[in-house]
């Protein structure tokens, strides 16, 4: 859980921006950089939840909120969309993206199980693109309850 719950952290973190994230948390970059780290020193140190909910009003997703929930078999579901937050296109831009990010996600598989092994590069590359796809999933999701709730 421990170590789901740092790459998590490290995608929000990245998510946001090095520089950015400093400024945000008011924390250093070794700081931050800490609380993702898997080396055994810092195993235990995780970042503070004031941090992630400053970090997630400036990322584009909520890496560690979704992480947290999805160790408890939760699913998350926004109510509204954030403040002064447009949402261009609809469902139909939604499908063409889907598709897209779908694609890109076979072709990195492809290319990754080629050799019959993931390296861990490989797999950061199609953590990503499933990160791409759950992003494209939640605009979708926003998009059908506009249309059903109009």
């Not at 490290?10 to 700081?31: H, N, P, R």
């Not at 140190?45 to 909120?65: G, K």
């Not at 992480?67 to 139909?92: C, F, K």
Request: net charge negative; hydrophobic share 40%; with cysteine.
């Amino acid at each position: 859980m421990g170590s789901y719950l740092k790459k998590h952290t490290e995608a929000l973190i990245k998510d946001v921006g090095f520089a950015a994230a400093c400024d945000v948390t008011g924390k250093s970059k070794a700081t931050l950089g800490r609380y993702f780290s898997d080396a055994p020193e810092h195993a235990d140190r995780f970042i503070p939840i004031d941090a992630v909910a400053a970090l997630e009003t400036a990322a584009q997703f909520p890496h560690v909120t979704t992480a947290l929930a999805e160790l408890q078999g939760i699913t998350l579901s926004y109510d509204e969309p954030r403040p002064n937050e447009g949402r261009e296109g609809g469902v139909n831009s939604d499908v063409v993206a889907l598709s897209q990010r779908f694609a890109m996600l076979m072709a990195e598989y492809h290319q990754s199980i080629a050799d019959g092994v993931i390296t861990i590069n490989e797999a950061k590359r199609l953590l990503r693109e499933t990160l791409e796809i759950q992003k494209v999933l939640l605009e979708m999701k926003l998009h059908l309850e506009d249309e059903t709730s109009s």
